[in-house]
């Protein structure tokens, strides 16, 4: 999903693949079973609070910047557009 965003490449990023247009925006675990979305704050408790069951702030500083899990098995691929979406935006992605 990540790399049908415009603009979007992929390339390892420590033991995880990173996606990015300006900046990175989405990681995925190597086991695929979580990803890490780069949200803005606000968003990133609006989407925790929705689907609580899924996503949650990575405990740790980079959560507190709005760094957020993704529990990819307790989602399904529509309930993730937004935030994914969100997360491209706030890299530098541009709707055309």
Do not use: K
């Amino acid at each position: 999903m990540a790399l049908a965003q415009p603009a979007t490449t992929e390339a390892a990023h420590f033991d995880r693949r990173a996606f990015r247009v300006r900046r990175i925006y989405a990681t995925l675990a190597a086991d695929g079973a979580s990803a890490n979305l780069a949200l803005p704050p606000d968003e990133q408790e609006h989407y925790c609070r929705l689907m609580p069951h899924a996503l949650a702030p990575v405990p740790n500083s980079w959560g507190a910047r709005g760094w957020t899990t993704v529990a990819l098995a307790a989602v399904e691929p529509e309930e993730i557009a937004g935030p994914l979406s969100s997360a491209w935006l706030g890299a530098g992605g541009r709707e055309g």
